[in-house]
């Protein structure tokens, strides 16, 4: 949920609790299940162009649209005044067809940390680590692997991410499992990618799946890239993975819920077993959207993993909180580690509220994947970087044991590495790979 610049040269502003979270003046309306047709509902209450996710996916453009529905997900998003929204809180078909009516939100990636900062803060850091700290890692258990080093570096092989979850030394490769990675798109002509099985849609007007901007295609090689590339280091977690990349972010990096909740369809379509999402809005109050989305993701047997957030500044002493939609109960959220397994600074952490917590832990700092040509490969920071290397850990457990949905979340809970950090911070902990 991090961005090492945005293509428009801007940072967006850091937003706190109390700030009125960024809206389009549309509106998120979940039905119950019941609800036999949406669009009937939808022109009760004076809707007239109600249009499909997949009609609006086929048109390549459903803006202007009252009614934009999502039949799978049993979800709206509409415009209107607040009588139209009255009346779809009342509808005559009984008082339990909408569950919940919220403004439509603007989620965004996270700008990153300045480069001297980031390079101070690093050194720092890894003195300090090599100086002092002498704990246990992943595998010391007996009858485990060897440990390994207390401070994990990028070697001649791997990235210091893959080494720390152990998927470079896991039989598994993501084989036969699809993962959807909705971002700003793919580099679909990216060499390390050559041979593979790779599906793009776009859910930006008037923008192709092409990554314009970099987020994407790093998120997509550090979830799914290759392990022994031709040119460089493996960093990809499930490097024989089949790739969803949508587009649910703009080349300049935000996207609405209505994009955003395309690409949750599109990929529920497609039967993918993992949804990584590295995006996401400084809203504190859980949404009753992506409660219930999360929820009924998991029910069709799918896991979505999100950025638990960068609005930490804790060498402030400002510990952030996790946005949306990685506050909803039924979404991962993910929180970033160093190379010392220590939370990165500006990671996010735990609401008091149900589903305002961190689930896990992942390698977030200074991670080196792929990014769109020419410059082939990129290290930057953020929970953005942290979420793909979950979903790719996940999709490594969908394949070793078949499970999906609620049995995927669980095995990757049981099988993380506990941490010394809060579960405040780092929830269950760092996930590892099947070995």
């Known amino acids: 949920m991090i961005d090492p610049d945005r293509r428009d040269g801007t940072t967006p502003p850091r937003r706190g609790p109390d700030q009125p979270p960024e809206t389009t ?6 039905f119950a299940q019941e609800v036999p047709d949406l669009a009937t509902v939808l022109r009760s209450a004076g809707m ?21 529905v999502f039949p799978t997900l049993h979800v709206a998003v509409v415009s209107g005044d607040a009588n139209r929204m009255a009346a779809l809180r009342t509808p005559s078909e009984g008082p339990n067809t909408v569950l919940s009516v919220s ?6 990636i996270r700008p990153d940390v300045p480069a001297d900062y980031v390079t101070g803060y690093r050194d720092g850091v890894v003195d300090l680590s090599e100086r002092l700290l002498a704990r246990p890692a992943p595998g010391a258990e007996p009858g485990q692997p060897a440990p390994p080093p207390p401070y994990y570096r990028d070697d001649d092989k791997f990235t210091w991410g893959l080494n720390a979850v152990q998927a470079s030394t896991s039989p598994y490769s993501g084989k036969g499992v699809r993962v959807a990675v909705l971002d700003t798109g ?14 793009s849609q776009s859910f930006i007007p008037g923008e192709t799946a092409q990554d ?24 990809g977690v499930a490097h024989e993975a089949e790739i969803y990349a949508g587009k649910v972010l703009s080349n300049e990096g935000s996207g609405t819920d209505a994009q955003v909740l395309a690409g949750i369809e599109w990929a529920l379509e497609n039967k993918c077993a ?17 409660t219930v989305v999360g929820q009924r993701a998991l029910e069709q047997g799918a896991l979505i993993v999100a950025a638990a957030g960068n609005n930490a500044s804790r060498v402030q002493g400002e510990v952030g909180f996790v946005g949306v939609p990685a506050n909803s109960p039924y979404i991962m959220a993910t929180g970033a580690l160093t190379q010392q397994l220590d939370i990165a600074f500006f990671s996010a952490r735990s609401l008091p509220v149900r589903g305002g917590h961190v689930d896990l832990a992942a390698p977030g700092w200074q991670v080196y994947s792929s990014w769109p040509m020419p410059e082939r490969h990129n290290t930057i920071s953020g929970t ?31 099988e993380s590495y506990r941490l010394l950090a809060p579960s405040a911070d780092v929830g269950s902990g760092l996930p590892l790979a099947p070995q």
């Open 384 to 414: 953005s970087m942290a979420t793909p290397h979950v979903a790719g850990v996940a999709a490594l457990w969908a394949e070793a044991t078949g499970f999906r949905g609620r049995d995927l979340w669980s095995v990757l809970a049981q």
């Open 25 to 30: 003046g549309r509106y998120v309306v979940v």
């Open 186 to 199: 793919f580099d679909l002509q990216h060499p390390d990618f050559a041979g593979r099985t790779v599906s």
């Open 212 to 235: 314009g901007h970099g987020h994407g295609t790093h998120c997509v090689g550090t979830s799914c890239g290759p392990r022994t590339p031709a040119e460089g280091r493996g960093y």
């Open 103 to 108: 403004p439509e939100l603007v989620h965004h």
């Open 48 to 68: 007239t162009e109600v249009v499909t996710a997949r009609e609006a996916r086929e048109a390549g453009d459903a803006l202007g649209a009252d009614a934009l």
């Open 274 to 290: 993992v949804i990584s999402m590295s995006l996401g809005s400084d809203e504190p109050q859980v949404s009753p959207a992506y």
